[in-house]
T-cell receptor
Framework: AQTVTQSQPEMSVQEAETVTLSCTYDTSESDYYLFWYKQPPSRQMILVIRQEAYKQQNATENRFSVNFQKAAKSFSLKISDSQLGDAAMYFCASNTGTASKLTFGTGTRLQVTL | GAVVSQHPSWVICKSGTSVKIECRSLDFQATTMFWYRQFPKQSLMLMATSNEGSKATYEQGVEKDKFLINHASLTLSTLTVTSAHPEDSSFYIC???????????FGPGTRLTVL
């Protein structure tokens, strides 16, 4: 079984600054995948970034990047140059491959202030 | 990215009635779809895995007879809440992974209110 833990219920960041959201996970699988999803007030789940566990290189998507520490089972999300539109719930999640179910963390609510 | 739709986006029904929610993959085929329930300010809770052409797999604690799932085609899964009660009021979300994709794409969700 997989577990995903997000220890920060809420975070706040000023516009244009950088913020890091934490996520730890536990799994007995050797092959797995990690994701960060964003859920804005519309409640539409949006994929932010994904990381394959077998890849050592940290994934990046424009202003979003991850710090994947496989030995520590840590998968944090860094948001650079924060924008007002980044305000949302962020969920860390994992699965074990194609068409396998996702395990979600409890989420971190990110506020972006002027 | 791939697009998943849900219908209706919101529904209000009387206690004791049944409500059907549709989940469609618009530009890809999905042999597997997932149904989640989300309470306010909480995470997504997986209810069941919908499998095209076979029975759904329900998570522990989810009543199979209350939450009927049918995956009739490679682009459509339905969730029917039978004999709905106020405690069934929630936000229901479906997701689907295109083949060879590891990530899932989510529908916009359905807000169910049972009076």
């Amino acid at each position: 079984a997989q577990t995903v833990t997000q220890s920060q219920p809420e975070m706040s960041v000023q516009e244009a600054e950088t913020v890091t959201l934490s996520c730890t996970y536990d799994t007995s699988e050797s092959d797995y995948y990690l994701f960060w999803y964003k859920q804005p007030p519309s409640r539409q789940m949006i994929l932010v970034i994904r990381q394959e566990a077998y890849k050592q290189q940290n994934a990046t998507e424009n202003r979003f990047s991850v710090n994947f520490q496989k030995a520590a089972k840590s998968f944090s999300l860094k948001i650079s140059d924060s924008q007002l539109g980044d305000a949302a719930m962020y969920f860390c999640a994992s699965n074990t491959g194609t068409a396998s179910k996702l395990t979600f963390g409890t989420g971190t609510r990110l506020q972006v202030t002027l | 990215g791939a697009v998943v739709s849900q219908h209706p986006s919101w529904v209000i029904c009387k206690s004791g009635t049944s409500v059907k929610i549709e989940c469609r993959s618009l530009d890809f085929q999905a042999t597997t779809m997932f149904w989640y329930r989300q309470f306010p300010k909480q995470s997504l809770m997986l209810m069941a895995t919908s499998n095209e052409g076979s029975k759904a797999t329900y998570e522990q604690g989810v009543e199979k007879d209350k939450f009927l799932i049918n995956h009739a085609s490679l682009t459509l899964s339905t969730l029917t809440v039978t004999s709905a009660h106020p405690e069934d009021s929630s936000f229901y979300i479906c997701s689907a992974p295109p083949s060879s994709y590891n990530e899932q794409f989510f529908g916009p969700g359905t807000r169910l209110t049972v009076l």
